[in-house]
Nanobody, 121 residues
Framework: VQLQASGGGLVQAGGSLRISCAASGLTFDTYAMAWFRQSPGKERDFVAT????????RYADSVKGRFTISRDNAKNTVSLQMNSLKPEDTAVYYC???????????????WGQGTLVTVSS
């Protein structure tokens, strides 16, 4: 299984960024997909998750109303649209695949390498 995240970069506070994750080596449309993030010296925290069909999503309170997770099962990709970005959103963002649509890190056996998002004030 390979999960390849891309699209990170530097953006000013209040701006927008879209990151994506391309999956291979798994039956994509049978897996829930999620985004987690990790800042230096902190734990890897849940950001958002989407179920296999895209019909159910969950968000961390800190990003609710600003971030939108989506997936394209025909292209084996999951994306995270991030709007109204804040400096505290600065982190390495990781995509993950698992059987359950959960906010629990340990329930995701497959992880990508991460993409860095930096929000300047």
């Amino acid at each position: 299984v390979q999960l390849q995240a891309s699209g990170g970069g530097l953006v000013q506070a209040g701006g927008s960024l879209r990151i994506s994750c391309a999956a291979s080596g798994l039956t994509f449309d049978t897996y829930a997909m999620a985004w987690f993030r990790q800042s230096p010296g902190k734990e890897r925290d849940f950001v958002a998750t989407i179920n296999w069909s895209g019909g159910t999503t969950r968000y961390a309170d800190s990003v609710k109303g600003r971030f939108t997770i989506s997936r394209d099962n025909a292209k084996n990709t999951v994306s995270l649209q991030m709007n109204s970005l804040k400096p505290e959103d600065t982190a390495v963002y990781y995509c993950a695949a698992g059987r359950l649509n959960s906010n629990t890190r340990s329930l995701y056996p497959y992880w990508g390498q991460g993409t860095l998002v930096t929000v300047s004030s």
